[in-house]
Each structure stands twice: as C-alpha cells, then as structure tokens.
C-alpha cells in the first residue's frame, strides 16, 4: 500500500505553477503533467473513467460497494501551486520527532523555520515535519489534499467491508489565481454535494469565506527634466501613493483577523509618466464587502477632484463570494464532518476562511462544498510545511464521512 507520505513526496516534485497572466485555461501547461499521473493513478485504484478534459480538469468516480441509497459525495482538491513562489525543484526535508525548536531549512542561505514566527509549530512537537529546503514553497497546497483523497481511495479499495456510497473525484487547475471552476463541468462530475481537502490545521472545517475582488488602478502623469519642472511635471508614482494613503492603513492584511476585512497591495510599478498598482479586496460581510469596492472608487473621485479627470483608471472585479448561505440550508454536510472528526477523536475547528476555495464558486454553481482541513501551515513560502499526522488523519475523516453516510 503506498503511504499518503509516498504520494505526497511525489506529487510535490511534479511543478504545477499557474500563471495569472495568462488567458489560457489551463494558465500553464505544466499542470498536466500532474493530471496525466494522477490518472493512471486513479485507474490503477479501480476509478475506471478517470479521464482528464482539454482545460486539465481531472475526474473519476468510485462505484458505492452497498446497495442503499446513499447521496453521490465529491472530494476536490487543487493540483497547481502559488505564482508567490517557483514551484520548480522542490527538494522536500523530512524531521522526524520534531522537538519543537528552530528547524534550519538551509543553512548556506540562512533561512531557519522557528516557532518564534510561526507558534503554531510547537502544536507538534514530536511529529514528523515535511518543509520545504528554503528555497521553493512546498506544494502542501493543495497536493497534500490530493495526497490525502488517493490514501483515501485507496484504503477504501484494501478494505471493501467499509460501506460507502458513490464517489466522485475531481482535481482542478488554476484554483490559486481564482479560475479553478471556469471550466468545472458540474452535470459530469454528479455528485450531490462535495467537500474541498484545501485548509489548514487539523479539525477545521470551513463553510464561510471572503467575498473578494481585484483591483487594479493605473496613473497617469507627466515627465518633464526636473531642472524645468516647475509647475509642469505630475510624478505618477507621488499621485498613486497618495491614493493608497486614502485607503484604512488599519484595514491591511498585517492588521486583520477572523471577520476583518482588508485591502491588500499586491502589486506596486511605475514611473513618472504611469504607474499601476494592484490590489485584493476581503470581506466576510457582503454589504462590508460593497462599501469597500465604493471607498475604492471615491478614494480615486478624490484624485480626480484634486489632479483632473482621467489622472486615474480603476478595474474591479468581483472574483468569488461567501458560500455561508448556499451551505446553510444543507448543514447535515458540515455536521457529519464535524461528527466524524469527534469520533476520531478529533476537535473540530469551526471558523472563517480568509480566502477562498473552488467549494465557493461550486457552491454558487449549486454544488454545497464546504472545505475540510489537510494540516498544511505557512502556504505559499518557503516556511510552508506540513506535519505526516495531520495528512494521517485527514484520510481517517475522508474515509469516515463516507461511511458515516452510507450508514445513515
């Protein structure tokens, strides 16, 4: 039997990098090569339709083993990786019985991961750590999600006296740019209701999320020698910071926690003659979340006001909303999980995403896919790691949610 740590070490070796730059779906081609493994893979666990489409959505199901009625379950997970950080070469480092100190990624370049930054390591002291070597993120989101359904799947298959209804599979691309669904085939996959393997630490189980959207603002100045500038030049660079200073400095990401939302500057370039920022937008409350997009827009009335109209140009688009009120009305989905993580001895950790997940643009598609932990920490870095018991009992959930079902 391969090990959920098998796979995972696998598949974290394979660069699936997307690419937000880019309009072709998948945004690079490079995903596939994840999806062509993940394929075979799945046919030689018995999912014999596994295929893969033109746009690298993968899917599979698992016939139910009883012959009760039992609601067709989906599990996801997403196969690319942060544009944050390369992808390429991932040379993971394995620390057996972590002792909870400073675990130095690499030595040459300096780089120490060290519960002074990150506290939440000393949660597992005595576990084996998988990190990155200091110089890629490691890919735990969300190929450890993916590692985690395959164990599953394949547990199932060892042991055939677990009772489990039908099964659906899928593994997206281009979930961490926003565009994981775009081309997500709803009436194929057929399942009644999903979960996402995308979260954090063990025991949380997600139904709330962001609303977000993404701006961009680009300025427009005028370049004139600075010995003659005198009342002429406009510094494009000067009028954009002053617009970002126009927006909350307490509502930045730095500043924020549980329900907070914020503004985040991603992106800043420029020169005098134009400089264009780029920016997320985050809330949990969807009036909250309108109110901002607005102060965005009056913050750039003002520059107009003060510099004249067509100093600035604004984008907005909204990108995905807060799957609360789709889950509400079928909670059952998020009870049997919670159920399921008690049984196994495991406190279920109910709070908000400050994000968002292929389950919130599916369950806006009428798919309810709440999101379940995978144990990784420190996404989209080089401090990402992610502890082998956490991946362990994210399989142990999996496969006691399906059975929970097929038992009800």
């Given at each position: 039997m391969t090990t959920v740590l098998d796979r995972f070490l696998r598949y974290v070796r394979v660069d699936t990098g997307s690419d937000p730059d880019s309009s072709s779906h998948p945004s690079t081609p490079k995903q596939f090569d994840l999806a062509k493994v993940l394929v075979e893979e799945l046919k030689a666990l018995g999912l014999a339709d596994a295929s893969v489409d033109e746009h690298c959505n993968v899917m599979a199901s698992l016939p139910a083993n009883t012959a009760r009625p039992v609601p067709a379950i989906?599990?996801?997970?997403?196969?690319?990786?942060?544009?944050?950080?390369?992808?390429?070469?991932?040379?993971?480092?394995?620390?057996e019985n972590y002792d909870g100190g400073d675990l130095v990624l690499n030595e040459e370049l300096k780089i120490v991961l060290s519960p002074r930054d990150f506290p939440e390591l000393k949660h597992h002291r005595g576990e084996t750590l998988i990190t990155t070597d200091g110089t890629t993120l490691l890919g735990a989101d969300d190929k450890?999600?993916?590692?985690?359904?395959?164990?599953?799947?394949?547990?199932?298959?060892?042991?055939?006296?677990?009772?489990?209804?039908?099964?659906?599979?899928?593994?997206?691309?281009?979930?961490?740019?926003?565009r994981g669904t775009d081309t997500f085939n709803?009436?194929?996959?057929?399942?009644?209701?999903?979960?996402?393997?995308?979260?954090?630490?063990?025991?949380?189980?997600?139904?709330?999320?962001?609303?977000?959207?993404?701006?961009?603002?680009?300025?427009y100045g005028r370049n004139v020698h600075p010995g003659t500038a005198k009342n002429k030049m406009i510094n494009s660079i000067l009028i954009a910071a002053e617009f970002n200073a126009l927006l909350p400095a307490a509502e930045r990401p730095m500043h924020t926690e549980g329900y907070e939302g914020f503004f985040h500057l991603m992106e800043f370039s420029g020169t005098v003659e134009k400089t264009s920022l780029t920016y997320i937008i985050r809330d949990h409350d969807a009036a909250r979340f309108e109110a901002r997009k607005a102060l965005m827009q009056n913050a750039l009335a003002f520059i107009h006001q003060k510099y004249g109209e067509g100093t600035g140009e604004l984008t907005l688009r909204d990108q995905y909303?807060?799957?609360?009120?789709?889950?509400?009305?079928?909670?059952?989905?998020?009870?049997?999980?919670?159920?399921?993580?008690?049984?196994?001895?495991?406190?279920?950790i109910d709070i908000p995403i400050r994000g968002g997940t292929d389950g919130a643009m599916l369950s806006y598609k009428g798919l309810p896919t709440p999101n379940?932990?995978?144990?990784?920490?420190?996404?989209?870095?080089?401090?990402?790691?992610i502890p082998l018991e956490s991946m362990e009992k994210a399989v142990q959930v999996i496969v006691r949610i399906l059975q929970k079902y097929a038992e009800a």
């Open positions: 989906g599990l996801i997970a997403h196969m690319d990786t942060s544009p944050d950080m390369s992808g390429s070469n991932v040379n993971p480092r394995i620390w450890a999600g993916i590692a985690e359904i395959m164990a599953a799947l394949e547990f199932l298959r060892e042991h055939p006296e677990i009772p489990h209804g039908p099964v659906k599979v899928a593994f997206t691309p281009d979930e961490e740019i926003g709803l009436e194929k996959f057929g399942a009644d209701f999903a979960y996402t393997l995308d979260g954090g630490e063990v025991g949380e189980v997600e139904y709330e999320n962001f609303n977000a959207a993404g701006a961009r603002v680009t300025f909303r807060n799957m609360k009120e789709i889950i509400l009305p079928v909670m059952h989905i998020v009870d049997t999980a919670k159920e399921a993580m008690r049984e196994l001895g495991i406190t279920p379940l932990f995978t144990g990784g920490l420190n996404a989209h870095g080089k401090f990402e790691c």
